[in-house]
DNA sequence: GCCTTTAGTTACAACAAGGTAACCAGGAAT
DNA sequence: ATTCCTGGTTACCTTGTTGTAACTAAAGGC
């Protein structure tokens, strides 16, 4: 288990923070809600502040989680693309509060760039 | 500037997370929120997992941050206490859909034991 | 005079997280 | 035969976070 998950309060944001606590893990997340399977290259690409190794390593956490499912195909060169599971669209509601609430702190004028575009 | 308020990509999400991210953050806002001010003593006792030293670290930083207030009488023994601010009360409906969420994972069936109590 | 109380701070140590660079497989293209 | 391509992994190192123990001030009670 993930020293982040230890829960000695058992309180239910610590837990919340087990899954999507962590540096990237939101903005992973959100690159990944769009519906759409995702492949690791382009998310990478999208997200050059990560570096290959930690991304992979959010992406095999988020997926042992259950919040986001991995399919594999067997080619060469490999295909790798990930998706939201069931689980992590339940995370969504979250993800917008903390997405509104950092557009907010941005710019109240600004309007946000949230658009779920959700199967 | 905390390492964790950087934010090359400018993303709402990450920015929130440089506010309520961290280990115990979002479980020490939960505790202020009570909206009545708050000891600090009196959070260490509700919170034993937290080291004092590490307490007082987040409640500097929250404070910095403009989340909440820190209101110090000149006395002996020293009296300090909290409560959130304008801006942290903001945060009520990001840390209550982490904690939706949270209490969720936990047991569907158990009731919320969230009750905001904010004048 | 000595002990208690509160809200911290400081120095130090331990640990967790994040980053870098190098490397891999194996089929397709050149 | 060599190079390119993807989605990683590994070893190693640096940075950041958390924890422990000891200490402080200054008033009040005994």
């Keep these: 288990m993930r020293k982040v998950h ?17 540096k990237w893990k939101p903005i992973v997340l959100i690159r990944i809600l769009t519906g759409v399977k995702v492949r690791f290259g382009k998310l990478a690409v999208q997200m050059p502040d990560i570096s290959r190794k930690i991304l ?3 992406l095999r956490e ?11 195909y067997m080619e060469k060169p ?11 669209k339940t995370l969504i509601p979250v993800l917008k509060a903390m997405h509104d609430w950092g557009a907010q702190m941005e710019d109240p004028a600004k309007r946000s760039t949230w658009e779920p575009i959700i199967p």
């Design 6 to 22: 230890q829960n000695p309060d058992n309180c239910a944001v610590v837990r919340t923070m087990g899954y999507i606590g962590g």
């Design 56 to 58: 992979a390593q959010q």
């Design 62 to 72: 988020l997926e042992e989680d259950g919040l986001i499912i991995r399919h594999s």
């Design 78 to 88: 490999p295909r790798v693309e990930y998706e939201l599971s069931e689980l992590g």
